[in-house]
């Protein structure tokens, strides 16, 4: 999260008007799922629970996207502590889709609100957009491998992002009996005042709970900025089918680099996502009427 | 350090890229999108679960068989038991064939895939007959069908392949039944099941179909469960009303549940070893794909052979698919259907091969 954006003032108007495009995204995003959480007749997809997407809830995801012609909604909130007491909560909505054979194209608005010192910040941090794309499927002695590439505009409000930032990330994933490895390794590019640009490294390991369409997952994921210290994170959760086409996650993370008693740099989150497809975007050819020979 | 753990990335990425000759993609694909979907599931959810144990059985086998001949016995032993307690509480979803078999879904993802493809095809058409709001259940059934054939290199043959490949696809041919009859009876017994829900399911009532699901559901467990069948039921054998309606279902899941055995004699069998397994599964699977019927010739089944490995086949289940006067048709194994010529070598999709 970056600091108080007095970068609204010299924000371009397009960055006003995808900010201004992202804020509606939102609230319909919202409503749909608000729509759909109260459908019980739409309820199942029984392999959800083993996608790791990022964020939910670990930092490292794994190198599968959604399915052709899947959509997913998301819904994330994290709250974090700070110095003194005081808390940073963020939230992340995000609308993504197998937009075509092996690969899924992703939108995402984070927002954030800051309590410091009794001063409130909030707004809309970043908008994201991202491409998915996977190369092949666990072999017998090959794990799975994806690119995924990243684009991140400023929002809008006091926690605003200042400039635009870029992610290229690869993305390992590897199946050990009931457990899965995942390792993710990539460059950041990032203004000095939104973090800096630098590598980014992640392990994370998952294991299914047998047959209850529940797994535990955890990972490290270690940020190296291109000047300054390393920040390492440690992420533990889980994530559980609640319907056939819901899934819940929940999880704890910690940034370890930097813990002190006052600063216990402990954090939690939840999330929901949801699957769905729309009928009309899918074509749908004659019956063949297959005859006998 | 920072360029010691990108090299190493670099590395690993370049190891993932070159440890498998062949690149094979997933090519996952979502289900048509309907209203229907998941009605099965909400209006009638104990005998919607009730497929999941089959489905645990099903994978359960492959992945054991490819752990290697020592104590297959006793492996299999044991995961009949797990998969009677799945039968008496199964579990809330189905389970993703990669949780049950992550190692066999490795060496045969092509098959994995067709089959996962395939039990939406079966869920989508439960959905359907379950759906009282879906007004011409045969004109979405179709859309449902056409969909699924369009996904070529998942979709079973519409033809009616019988039991031909897992008689004649190969020295392995009833390898499984032979040596492990107690879960090739649970097997074969789910595929009177998958059928019998079908069956019941044409009931226009919605109460005249509850209470037959229920008399199914216990027919099942009680009778046929106990006493399985001694052959591979067909489709229409068991479900002559739904194989009219839908004569390319029919023989799709036909195809489907012999490739389920047909991968059963290939994980078991001795003869396979374990490096030939997956190379082996392709070959049948390429030959009951549905982009390939044009030019896959079936096996010929000899006399011999049925009374060698299904000698208590009946009459009924060896009719051939017929075209009635209408232009509809009907699918093997129904029991209106022309029954197949003895004479000399036979094939299940209606070529009497002479001798």
């Known amino acids: 999260m970056s600091g108080p954006s007095a970068a609204a003032g010299r924000r371009t108007p397009l960055v006003a008007g995808v900010a201004m495009v992202a804020w509606l995204v939102s ?22 629970y083993r996608h790791l997407d990022q964020g939910r809830p670990l930092r490292v995801e794994d190198a599968y996207p959604i399915k052709l012609r899947e959509w997913e909604w ?27 054979r092996n690969g899924q194209f992703g939108v995402e608005t984070h927002f954030s609100l800051e309590r410091e010192d009794g001063v409130s910040r909030s707004g809309i941090e970043e908008v994201a957009a991202h491409i998915l794309y996977n190369l092949n499927q666990e072999g017998r002695r090959s794990p799975a491998l994806a690119f ?14 200042e400039d635009a930032q870029g992610r290229l990330k690869a993305m390992l994933t590897r199946t050990l009996g009931r457990t899965r490895a995942h390792v993710n390794g990539g460059y950041r590019w990032a203004s000095a005042v939104d973090g800096g640009e630098g590598w980014e490294v992640g392990l994370a ?22 000047e300054g210290e390393a920040r390492v994170w440690v992420d533990l959760g889980t994530r559980i089918q609640m319907s056939k086409r819901s899934v819940l996650d929940v999880g704890v993370f910690a940034r370890v680099d930097d813990w002190t008693e006052s600063v216990p740099n402990l954090g939690f989150t939840v999330g929901l996502s949801r699957a769905f497809g729309i009928r009309s975007l899918v074509p749908l050819g004659p019956y063949p009427n297959p005859r006998l020979r | 350090m920072r360029r010691s753990i990108a090299w190493a990335f670099v590395f690993s990425l370049g190891a993932a890229v070159t440890a498998d000759a ?3 993609q997933r090519n996952a694909e979502y289900w048509l999108p309907a209203d229907y979907n998941h009605a099965f599931y909400q209006t009638h959810q104990l005998a919607a679960r009730s497929f999941y144990a089959a489905h645990y059985a099903h994978f359960i086998v492959y992945e054991e068989g490819l752990a290697g001949q020592d104590g297959l016995e006793a492996r299999l032993a044991a995961a009949d038991g797990a998969i009677r307690d799945l039968v008496a509480e199964p579990p809330r979803y189905e389970p993703p064939i990669d949780v049950i078999a992550p190692d066999w879904a490795r060496i045969a993802h ?68 032979e040596r492990f009859p107690g879960v090739n009876g649970i097997l074969w017994a789910y595929h009177w099941h998958h059928a019998a829900i079908y069956e019941a399911l044409m009931e226009e009532d919605p109460d005249a179909r509850s209470r037959e699901l229920d008399r199914v559901l216990r027919v099942f467990a009680d009778s046929v469960l106990v006493n399985p069948p001694t052959y591979m ?7 002559p009303k739904f194989g009219a309606m839908f004569p390319a279902a029919a023989h799709i899941f036909d195809n489907l549940h012999m490739m389920h055995d047909v991968v059963n004699d290939i994980m078991v069998a001795a003869s396979v070893p374990e490096r030939a397994k997956g190379a082996e599964i392709e070959r049948l699977l390429q030959q009951m794909l549905y982009q390939n019927q044009e030019w896959v010739v079936p096996p010929e089944m000899s006399h011999d052979m049925m009374m060698e490995h299904m000698p208590e086949m009946p009459m009924r289940a060896m009719t051939i698919p017929t075209e009635l006067p209408d232009g509809s048709w009907l699918p093997q194994g129904h029991p209106d259907a022309e029954m197949m010529p003895m004479m000399g070598g036979m094939r299940h999709d209606g070529h009497g091969g002479g001798s």
């Open chain 2, 233 to 239: 039921p067909l489709t229409a054998e068991t479900a």
């Open chain 1, 74 to 100: 998301e819904l994330g909130s994290g709250v974090a502590g700070l110095e003194g007491g005081d808390l940073s909560w963020g939230s992340v909505l995000e609308l993504k889709t197998g937009l075509f």
């Open chain 1, 148 to 161: 995924r590439a990243d684009l991140e505009v400023p929002g809008t409000g006091d926690v605003s992002g």
């Open chain 2, 110 to 177: 092509r098959t994995a895939s067709a089959m996962d493809w395939t039990h939406h095809l079966h869920a989508q058409l439960y959905d359907i007959l379950s759906d009282d709001r879906v007004q011409d259940k045969r004109a979405a059934g179709e859309a449902a069908i056409a969909h699924y054939l369009s996904r070529a290199g998942a979709a079973f043959s519409t033809r009616g392949y019988g039991h031909s490949f897992m008689l004649g696809g190969g020295t392995w041919a009833a390898t499984f039944a």
């Open chain 1, 27 to 48: 609230l319909a995003s919202l409503a749909a799922l608000a729509a759909a959480a109260g459908t019980p007749r739409h309820a199942a997809a029984q392999d959800d």
């Open chain 1, 205 to 226: 390991l998952d294991r299914a709970l047998g047959l209850t369409s529940r797994l535990i997952a955890g990972d490290v994921f270690i940020e190296l900025p291109s």
């Open chain 2, 22 to 24: 062949q690149i094979v």
